[in-house]
């Protein structure tokens, strides 16, 4: 079942979703959250370190695991999706970076860290919540359309599109990396529960064909269709359409 809420400005955007993440570790403070990078829950992160500042909230007994991260960057690349979740969260709270998992991308062996990967997913079973935002082409984590889909974590080419999108927190195009380690879609299917957050016009069109369009290989994120507990975050623009 997918339940949709439409806010009105960035900061309802950030405190809604941090509120549900709040919400659930309050709750159970050892919740295993699935955490997502890109631009769009970078809000969600700063509001959950103003919340764990003012004391509401900690992360001590919680872990969490990481959906993707390019492959040939060195984990402490400034682009590396490990550096993102250190400097826009890990750092700032008190989950102990021993219990933050972000699949390896810088080793030779992109296949083995893939398995060693899956692995630790299979070991922690379900995840209580899983986070993610949504690429243009309708990829969740780096799960791009294609004419099937994989379920475990595993190595992608990316897209064309994506590269570009991404091309912007690099110095060029030709700095973006080619691959990337995934999480599979039977991955984050199987978490309790999913936020997906999306926001600007540029995402209205790939939002509507994810949430009420066919259930399609060609847009990965129309796969949360099938699970039961989805809530979308979106702001009017992102939601126009749905
Ligand atoms: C990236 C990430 C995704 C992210 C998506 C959208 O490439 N791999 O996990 O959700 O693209 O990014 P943004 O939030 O910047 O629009």
């Known amino acids: 079942m997918i339940n949709i809420i439409k806010v009105n400005n960035e900061q309802q ?27 769009t829950p970078v809000g969600v992160y ?22 993707d991260e390019y492959i040939g960057l060195p984990a402490d690349h400034s682009e590396s999706y490990r550096r993102f979740m250190n400097e826009k969260l890990f750092n700032h709270i008190d989950m102990p970076l021993e219990n933050t998992h972000v699949p390896s991308g810088s080793s030779n062996e992109a ?12 070991e922690v079973g379900q995840l209580d919540l899983q986070l993610l935002g949504l690429g243009h082409n309708g990829h969740i984590g780096f799960n791009e359309p294609d004419e099937e889909l994989q379920a475990q974590t595993h190595i992608v080419t990316l897209d064309e599109r994506t590269r ?15 691959h990337a380690i995934t999480m599979g879609i039977g991955s984050i299917l199987k978490a309790k529960q999913i936020l997906l957050m999306a926001k600007g016009k540029d995402k ?3 939002v509507a064909k994810a949430l009420k369009g066919p259930i399609t290989t060609q847009c990965p994120a129309s796969f949360l269709q099938t699970h039961p507990n989805v809530v979308v975050i979106l702001d ?3 939601g126009s359409l749905v």
Not at 13 to 35: C, D, H, M, V, Y
Not at 47 to 65: C, D, P, Q, T
């Open 13 to 39: 955007f950030n405190e809604t979703g941090a509120g549900i993440i709040a919400s659930l570790l309050q709750t159970n403070p050892r919740a295993k959250l699935g955490l997502a990078t890109g631009s």
């Open 111 to 122: 296949q083995q860290a893939a398995d060693t990967y899956n692995h630790l997913l299979d």
């Open 46 to 67: 700063k509001r959950l370190i103003e919340l764990y500042n003012e004391g509401v909230l900690s992360f001590k007994l919680a872990s969490s695991y990481n959906l």
């Open 204 to 206: 209205a069109e790939i």
């Open 164 to 178: 570009q999108a991404n091309a912007r927190f690099f110095n060029s195009i030709d700095e973006v990396p080619t």
């Open 236 to 238: 009017q623009e992102a």
